[in-house]
């Protein structure tokens, strides 16, 4: 059974900042990649930013230089730093882990934190 708990959403004023959390609880025995994804109301779930196991990272483009996407390994855990946040950024936000666990290798994913920008 693997768990991940998402942490660190709420509501914040245009041009500031958030740090998402998702931690990984269970019976794992590696992570890969480490992503986190949005979906606004109405629109499909986009990919944010991912991390792969080697530190390697890619953003979309209407984050790139506003977002950091980290990880800790030793916590099973990848973070998510938002920095001068727009109104377009609404939306909730899921982690995503590809892991492995003794039984299989799978895509896992958060419940979901909301994210507010407004002012």
């Known amino acids: 059974q693997v768990q991940l708990v998402e942490s660190g959403g709420g509501l914040v004023q245009p041009g500031g900042s958030l740090r998402l959390s998702c931690a990984a609880s269970?019976?794992?025995?590696?992570?890969?990649?480490m992503g986190w994804y949005r979906q606004a109301p109405g629109k499909q779930r986009e990919l944010v930013a991912f991390?792969?196991?080697?530190?390697?990272?890619n953003y979309a483009d209407s984050v790139k230089g506003r977002f950091t996407i980290s990880r800790e390994n030793a916590k099973n855990t990848v973070y998510l730093q938002m920095n001068s946040l727009k109104p377009e950024d609404t939306a909730v936000y899921y982690c995503?882990?590809?892991?492995?666990?003794?039984?299989?290798?799978?895509?896992?994913w958060g419940q979901g934190t909301q994210v507010t920008v407004s002012s």
């Open positions: 269970g019976s794992i025995f590696s992570i890969y990649t």
């Open positions: 991390i792969t196991a080697g530190g390697s990272t």
């Open positions: 995503n882990l590809d892991l492995r666990t003794i039984l299989v290798r799978k895509d896992f």
